[in-house]
């Protein structure tokens, strides 16, 4: 993986949001994998039924705003493009959507979620071409 280069007016990210942004770069990044990333939230996690707090979503998605609004990220939804052969990862797409109506959807698989991990894939964040 290419490290990120750092322009001059981007030289006051952290550590961690470029080490989110080299992530990004490669893959899809779940929610879950963007709270690991910022330090939100350890891995394995510190009680199976861990989820994120209002103040942790909240954090996460400033963090997000700064990145996305730097051109350096979007944020958004993976869908389905076909199905795929049985036994075969389906090909999924990113869709960028505004962060208001994703940070709508955490929240509300956060508050929904009756198992552990049903928030954790609620958003996806990717690099931007280019990037």
Do not use: Y
Not at 7 to 24: F, H, W
Not at 53 to 68: G, K, M, V, W, Y
Request: glycine share 6%; net charge negative.
């Amino acid at each position: 993986m290419t490290p990120v280069e750092i322009s001059p007016e981007l030289g006051d990210l952290s550590d961690r949001e470029i080490a989110l942004v080299q992530d990004a770069r490669s893959d899809d990044v779940a929610f879950v994998w963007v709270l690991i990333h910022l330090g939100l939230r350890v891995n394995p996690p510190s009680r199976p039924d861990w989820r994120p707090d209002p103040s942790e979503i909240e954090s996460a998605f400033a963090t997000l705003e700064r990145l996305a609004s730097r051109g350096l990220v979007e944020v958004g939804r993976v869908e389905h493009i076909d199905g795929g052969a049985p036994g075969h990862v389906a090909s999924v797409r990113h869709v960028a959507e505004p962060l208001a109506v994703v940070r709508e959807r955490v929240e509300e698989a956060v508050a929904l979620a009756s198992g552990p991990t049903d928030w954790e894939f609620s958003c996806w964040v990717v690099a931007k071409p280019g990037v």
